[in-house]
T-cell receptor
Framework: DAKTTQPTSMDCAEGRAANLPCNHSTISGNEYVYWYRQIHSQGPQYIIHGLKNNETNEMASLIITEDRKSSTLILPHATLRDTAVYYCIVRVATSAGNMLTFGGGTRLMVKP | EAGVVQSPRYKIIEKKQPVAFWCNPISGHNTLYWYRQNLGQGPELLIRYENEEAVDDSQLPKDRFSAERLKGVDSTLKIQPAELGDSAVYLC?????????????FGEGSRLTVL
């Protein structure tokens, strides 16, 4: 699976959009971009994933560049409860399972 | 629908003692994972099961760690004997092969402290 690079930490004001970048310059054509987050003392939680098109769900939007070498997770109106570590993961969806390889993630702090 | 259930949530033991963690995955999920998460780091895979078969255990320290998934449902992860460096959160996750999103569902984890 391709390696990802994320900033170690970011701050965001409550109510503003949080834009979390991720670089995955070695991504392969069949690798998806996944985002998970981990709130303190909980297990990681799936947010969104995409292959090459931009995606949106009730939690967030995922913007993938045309060359697929980077992506941005957007939380449109961050709340204090969005304070968490956000993990960007790229992987191939295989028939043998959906294993995830986590990096260090970005620690997002949403401030009042 | 119940999520992934793990127990115990917290465990404090002295080094050289044994410890066991239990995981009940989401009903119908055929793939089960055990991850270990050290403080300030992302989770690392220890072992992955497809039904009752361990298909990836390359990161499991086999001298002291063991795992089983009897009948392809619940799973137990055991450490014997525990060392100071085993202090971490042990996360269990499950997924359904062939699901559209490929999402992994995680439990809340079992936090182990070895004194």
């Amino acid at each position: 699976d391709a390696k990802t690079t994320q900033p170690t930490s970011m701050d965001c004001a409550e109510g503003r959009a949080a834009n979390l970048p991720c670089n995955h310059s070695t991504i392969s054509g069949n690798e998806y971009v996944y985002w998970y987050r981990q709130i303190h003392s909980q297990g990681p939680q799936y947010i969104i994933h995409g292959l090459k098109n931009n995606e949106t769900n009730e939690m967030a939007s995922l913007i993938i560049t045309e060359d697929r070498k980077s992506s941005t997770l957007i939380l449109p109106h961050a709340t204090l409860r969005d304070t968490a570590v956000y993990y960007c993961i790229v992987r191939v969806a295989t028939s043998a399972g959906n294993m995830l390889t986590f990096g260090g993630g970005t620690r997002l702090m949403v401030k009042p | 629908e119940a999520g992934v259930v793990q127990s115990p949530r917290y465990k404090i033991i002295e080094k050289k003692q044994p410890v066991a963690f239990w995981c009940n995955p989401i009903s119908g999920h055929n793939t089960l994972y055990w991850y270990r998460q050290n403080l300030g780091q992302g989770p690392e895979l220890l072992i992955r099961y497809e039904n009752e078969e361990a298909v990836d255990d390359s990161q499991l320290p086999k001298d002291r760690f063991s795992a089983e998934r009897l009948k392809g449902v619940d799973s137990t992860l055991k450490i014997q004997p525990a060392e100071l460096g085993d202090s971490a959160v042990y996360l269990c996750a499950s997924s359904l092969v062939g699901a559209v999103t490929g999402e992994l569902f995680f439990g809340e984890g079992s936090r182990l402290t070895v004194l």
